[in-house]
């Protein structure tokens, strides 16, 4: 299954290097080729991507891969999607860390005053 973020992060890069390999897309992601080469048929299936054979290329093995009009909707609409989790995800972070940090503020509020107890 093709998540919305590796379509979003696919769409990402081709859009910035339509010509990039299956196998540097697979690198540059952190994925096996095999699955580049699934979520790549899977865009090219849904209408997002077009591939295209370099007419200049010896081996004819390369291709570019065109984001459709339909495919840079979709990038925008998953962008917008990804931006908000992320914000979502920054805000439940930040809160996180506040709490942290107020319980060490205790902790060492309540070492210090055994400590100053202990002394005295």
């Known amino acids: 299954m093709l998540t919305e973020e590796y379509r979003y992060k696919i769409l990402k890069e081709l859009e910035a290097d339509p010509h990039v390999s299956q196998r540097e897309l697979a690198r540059r992601l952190g994925i096996s080729l095999g699955k580049a080469n699934f979520c790549l048929k899977a865009l090219i ?12 290329n010896a ?7 065109l984001l459709t009009l339909k ?22 972070l930040t809160a996180e860390i506040e709490m942290l940090r107020k319980e060490v503020q205790q902790t060492n509020h309540q070492n210090m005053t055994q400590r100053n107890d202990q002394s005295i």
């Not at 081996?59 to 891969?65: F, L, P, Q, R, V």
């Open 71 to 92: 495919g840079i909707e979709e990038k925008a609409a998953l962008t917008k999607r990804f931006l908000e989790r992320k914000i979502q995800e920054h805000e439940e």
């Open 45 to 56: 299936e849904k209408g997002l991507v077009k591939a295209e054979n370099f007419k200049n």
């Open 59 to 65: 081996d004819k093995s390369g291709y570019w891969y």
